[in-house]
């Protein structure tokens, strides 16, 4: 038996025509452009979790050296991994403390950690440039915070207390910085 097929018709075999594939670009377009504020905000609030967590890993860190070697360990924000100065989200270093005081650095530091510039900014909650753990653990000074802010709005904090515990807190509705 044979059966014969018919070819389809060239209207049939089509593709897209120009003026669908435009409204489908622009729609994209429009869909793209709703949806970057909000993965921007995604973006903004992980890095403000990330450089949060790292600090509180790094003061984890001083305290431990200060309790192991038995000195004082100062940790200051720095812009340049070499000088102390008072935005924290710029990195921070940690080092022995030469002076009573910990404003100088001295010697070599013990660990420099610099962040890409960004948004955000963060600030000690004294306003004291920077944190130092005697040879005990504890924290020189009374209760002190660091916190992480951006476009006015608090991210996160790392709180450290007297006793030199080291926690990390992120607000459960927006607060003013």
Same mark, same amino acid.
């Given at each position: ?10 209207? $049939? ?12 670009? $622009? ?37 431990? #050296?200060?309790? #192991? ?28 403390? $030469? ?22 900014? $963060? ?6 440039? #920077?944190?130092? &753990? ?13 916190? &992480? ?29």
């Amino acid at each position: 038996m044979n059966h014969l097929r018919s070819l389809p018709r060239p209207a $049939a075999c089509a593709g897209v025509t120009l003026i669908q594939a435009l409204v489908a670009m $622009a729609v994209l377009g429009i869909l793209t452009g709703m949806a970057l504020p909000a993965m921007q905000q995604t973006r903004d609030r992980l890095q403000a979790d990330s450089l949060r967590m790292q600090l509180a890993s790094a003061l984890a860190t001083a305290r431990n #050296t200060a309790i #192991t070697e038995r000195r004082r360990i100062t940790v200051c924000p720095t812009d340049d991994g070499i000088h102390c100065s008072r935005d924290w989200s710029r990195g921070w270093m940690l080092h022995r403390a $030469a002076t009573p005081s910990g404003q100088d650095p001295g010697q070599d530091p013990i660990l420099v950690q610099l962040q890409a510039r960004s948004r955000l900014s $963060a600030h000690g909650s004294q306003h004291k440039p #920077t944190l130092q &753990f005697r040879p005990d653990g504890q924290l020189n000074g009374s209760n002190q915070s660091v916190i &992480f802010c951006l476009d006015g709005s608090a991210q996160g904090k790392v709180v450290v207390s007297r006793q030199g515990r080291i926690r990390s807190e992120r607000p459960r509705r927006p607060e003013a910085c």
